[in-house]
């Protein structure tokens, strides 16, 4: 990797997440990584807000990796939807997924995509979190049944929060995304990250973070 030949002494970096699209962003920024499955409940509890349950479970896939990868920086994400402040899940089928399109479709959606970096080289656990949770207003277009059904039967995101890839196709099917991190929505904001990683002291260009 041309960073770290630029700059060696970079800390191990660990991605706590087998999303392929995680790895893809990370992958964005030059540095190298290996990739751990934290293995966790991810569960909301009855009693969270979505945000609540976004910071939470990225903080424990952070937690997780880290109990096992020793001094290193992990970094754990998690993404919940919401519309009307009531969290929308993966769908897991074809019969969901149209059911979340039609409840979505010509309305707002938020997603909280939140991000823990867990440095492990630091004794105290208490501080060896950095986290914070990025927001991403959504608006959908207003699709007839038709065109919702045939782009499922095209990409079959059924293992999306909001049963839609604005990565792939999903995006003919969003009117607008708004969001101060724009890699937030598909599952890793890379601003967020790269101040994280600067705090933990590491560099960008050739030298130590700031």
Not at 10 to 18: D, V, W, Y
Request: charged share 25%.
């Amino acid at each position: 990797m041309l960073q770290q030949a630029i700059f060696p002494a970079l800390p191990r970096l660990i991605l706590g997440s087998s999303s392929i699209y995680r790895r893809e962003l990370l992958s964005r920024l030059g540095l190298p990584f290996e990739t751990m499955v934290p293995d966790i409940d991810e569960t909301a509890r009855a009693d969270e807000t979505p945000h609540a349950t976004a910071l939470r479970l990225a903080r424990e896939k952070a937690a997780a990796v880290a109990a096992r990868a020793g001094a290193a920086l992990v970094i754990g994400s998690d993404q919940v939807a919401t519309l009307d402040g009531r969290q929308i899940g993966k769908p897991g089928d074809h019969a969901n997924a149209l059911r979340q399109l039609q409840a979505m479709r010509g309305r707002e959606v938020v997603f909280h995509t939140a991000l823990c970096l867990w440095d492990g080289r630091r004794a105290d656990a208490a501080d060896a979190a950095q986290v914070r949770n990025i927001q991403t207003v959504v608006q959908f277009r207003d699709l007839p049944d038709a065109e919702l059904d045939a782009y499922l039967k095209i990409e079959q995101p059924y293992d999306c929060a909001g049963s839609a890839k604005n990565e792939g196709l999903g995006i003919a099917i969003l009117q607008s995304i708004r969001s101060d991190d724009p890699t937030a929505l598909t599952g890793l904001p890379l601003i967020a990250l790269t101040d994280m990683l600067r705090h933990a002291g590491v560099g960008f260009f050739g030298r130590p973070g700031q």
